[in-house]
Nanobody, 123 residues
């Protein structure tokens, strides 16, 4: 089992940057793919990015490709989401989650979730 805690959210102007962190507890952290998802009010939770157990392979949603970068440090049990060139439409609660399998992008594939961190982009 793994427990996840997100941090780093906040209020930022459009065009700005933020780095989210996902800290995990448990000795099995490196056994999981870690994904980032986001959910805006009234919308379904959507995939943002996922990173493999080793950190070598990543997938980013088209909507964030070239602007967001997922990375992990297994020695620190932490996954990061570096966000730049933020847009108004990036406003959402951001969640990290852990899953087995092969780089899943579906919400249903993830077994463990953090509580989320709010990111608000203002004009």
């Amino acid at each position: 089992q793994v427990q996840l805690v997100e941090s780093g959210g906040g209020l930022v102007q459009a065009g700005g940057s933020l780095r989210l962190s996902c800290a995990a507890s448990g000795r099995t952290f490196s056994s999981y793919n870690i994904g980032w998802f986001r959910q805006a009010p009234g919308l379904e939770r959507e995939f943002v990015a996922v990173i493999s157990r080793s950190g070598i392979t990543t997938i980013h949603a088209d909507s964030v490709k070239g602007r967001f970068t997922i990375a992990r440090d297994n020695a620190k049990n932490t996954v990061y989401l570096q966000m730049s060139s933020l847009r108004l439409e990036d406003t959402a609660v951001y969640y990290c989650a852990a899953a087995g399998g092969v780089l899943p992008k579906e919400v249903s594939a993830y077994d463990y979730w953090g509580q989320g961190t709010q990111v608000t982009v203002s004009s």
